[in-house]
């Protein structure tokens, strides 16, 4: 669990539960301004609609059966239950991950070549771009879990966490781990890190696009459509690298537990907030559909 305090568990169920509320109405909300608003059906917007998507999962994936731990008490899970949270959990952010890359390629092809926007990212690329986000995620999580599952937990069954992960489940394995910590490390360098790289890339080339913009206006409304993105892309890389990106034998429980937190319920709660608060073209549809569905019920 996240607690063994007793006076903890319900002002932690209480303050999760707001935080959960809040991570599926504010990305609800935009896969539906979305889905309802012919004006946002372009690329950038069908790119974020999937975001929300994945966040309402990635976060329904660990969150209500922390909250049902935290106000009953019961906090036992069986192996394949454990084995399907952590399949999930990798799958999502594997998925999220590519998906912020193919984001950042949209506003990549945006603002430095914007008269072959429409050719780049039409409806097929846009389709072709979120499919492979999804695929990718999905496919190369099954090597973690099937390494997991054929090892040995003889020494403890009591997982140090509040959802199964992969480093405090190889802290519980009493068979060799050698082989699960190089594909996480293959799999990090591989797949997270050339995400990683091709993001940085974009950006490099975007950043300097705008700087060679001659109007300061210009500069900042072409840098407008991509700092959204680029907050949420910083965030999620740092609070991978402190979590993952180390040997077992540097594993903190307090300071993990804290970075999980952060990975999991921070991005998806910031998300909905950074890319509308200062959108207007979101803003506008919204206003449109909130007067549509005032109007439809008085």
Not at 117 to 138: D, E
Not at 193 to 218: A, D, E, R, V
Request: charged share 10%; hydrophobic share 50%; proline share 3%.
């Amino acid at each position: 669990g996240l607690s063994d305090s007793p006076v903890l568990q319900l002002p932690l169920f209480v303050l999760f539960l707001i935080i959960y509320l809040f991570i599926i109405i504010g990305n609800l909300t935009i896969f539906s301004v979305i889905l309802f608003s012919s004006d946002l059906h372009t690329p950038m917007y069908k790119f974020l609609q999937n975001l929300s998507i994945i966040d309402i999962s990635f976060t329904s994936n660990v969150l209500p059966a922390l909250l049902h731990r935290l106000i009953t008490k019961w906090k036992r899970i069986s192996f394949f239950g454990c084995m399907a949270q952590l399949y999930f959990y990798i799958s999502l952010a594997g998925s999220e991950f590519f998906l912020l890359t193919a984001m950042s390629y949209d506003r990549y092809v945006a603002i430095c070549h914007p008269l072959h926007y429409i050719n780049r990212m039409s409806k097929k690329h846009c389709a072709w771009l979120i499919s492979t986000s999804y695929c990718v995620g999905f496919v190369s999580s099954v090597g973690h879990v099937v390494l997991l599952y054929k090892l040995s937990y003889c020494a403890s069954h009591l997982i140090d966490h509040f959802f199964c992960d992969v480093i405090p489940l190889l802290k519980l394995s009493c068979s060799d781990t050698f082989y699960v910590e190089i594909l996480t490390y293959i799999s990090g360098t591989i797949l997270v890190f050339n995400s990683f790289l091709l993001t940085l890339i974009s950006y490099i080339y975007i950043i300097s696009t705008i700087l060679k913009i001659q109007s300061t206006h210009g500069r900042q409304k072409a840098f407008s459509t991509c700092a959204s993105h680029l907050t949420c892309v910083i965030i999620l890389y740092m609070s991978l690298l402190c979590l993952y990106m180390k040997p077992t034998t540097s594993y903190s429980l307090d300071r993990d537990k804290f970075f999980s937190l952060l990975y999991i319920v921070l991005v998806p709660l910031l998300n909905p907030l950074i890319y509308t608060l200062k959108n207007k073209e979101f803003l506008i549809a919204f206003n449109k559909l909130k007067h549509t569905v005032k109007s439809f019920v008085f």
